[in-house]
Antibody
Framework: QVQLQESGPRLVKPSQTLSLTCTVSGGSITSGSYYWNWVRQPAGKGLEWIGRIYSSGTTNYNPSLKNRVTISVDTSRSQFSLRLDSVTAADTALYFC???????????WGQGTQVTVSS | DIQMTQSPSSLSASVGDRVTISCRASQSINTYLNWYQQKPGKAPKLLIY???NLQSGVPSRFSGSGSGTYFTLTISNLRPEDFAAYFCQQSYTLPLTFGGGTKMEIK
């Protein structure tokens, strides 16, 4: 059973870069063909898809984030990462990493990590 | 982007009730529609994929239907553990988008 765990700073200053890592255990990040996603949720609000990286390395991003996002993978550590540049208070949210959104039997999520943007 | 509109945004129901939540897409998404359940402070859990298919391990009191632009999630014989938020999500095209959610509370 694959498990995902987010990690990274809980507090980021405005205009700086938010960096989060998702560690995948219980299965190699390179075994099989999966989409590795980042999703966020401001407090009391809905879910927003940030982007994903495929096992081949191909990335897709939400245009709403206007080129501030980079998702990368480190196969040696079985991790994939999120980088969000030039953050503002609007980027304060619970950030989730997830595998294969909506795919039967492979849809899996981390528990989420709260990130606050504040000076 | 495809906009997903859920209704109602909140509802109150009792244990044993049958409830239906709807989700409307701004354009046709065939049956590329998934439903998630989320409890406070927890990750979403996939309930239904491809509009009407029950994810393994999900109780049969959950069911989904629809195609094109209109979809529904029905929960029969509500149990206490079903009181949560529910989100629809389209996987027809990028960017993936979610509905605004339906929060279900105990009456």
């Amino acid at each position: 059973q694959v498990q995902l765990q987010e990690s990274g700073p809980r507090l980021v200053k405005p205009s700086q870069t938010l960096s989060l890592t998702c560690t995948v255990s219980g299965g190699s990040i390179t075994s099989g063909s999966y989409y590795w996603n980042w999703v966020r949720q401001p407090a009391g609000k809905g879910l927003e898809w940030i982007g994903r990286i495929y096992s081949s390395g191909t990335t897709n991003y939400n245009p709403s984030l206007k080129n501030r996002v980079t998702i990368s993978v480190d196969t040696s550590r079985s991790q994939f990462s999120l980088r969000l540049d030039s953050v503002t208070a609007a980027d304060t949210a619970l950030y989730f990493c997830a595998r294969d959104l909506g795919y039967p039997n492979t849809d899996s999520w981390g528990q989420g990590t709260q990130v606050t943007v504040s000076s | 982007d495809i906009q997903m509109t859920q209704s109602p945004s909140s509802l109150s129901a009792s244990v044993g009730d049958r409830v239906t939540i709807s989700c409307r897409a701004s354009q046709s998404i065939n049956t590329y529609l998934n439903w998630y359940q989320q409890k406070p402070g927890k990750a979403p859990k996939l309930l239904i994929y491809a509009a009407s298919n029950l994810q393994s391990g999900v109780p049969s009191r959950f069911s989904g239907s629809g195609s094109g632009t209109y979809f529904t999630l029905t929960i029969s014989n509500l149990r206490p553990e079903d009181f949560a938020a529910y989100f629809c999500q389209q996987s027809y095209t990028l960017p993936l988008t979610f509905g605004g959610g339906t929060k279900m509370e105990i009456k």
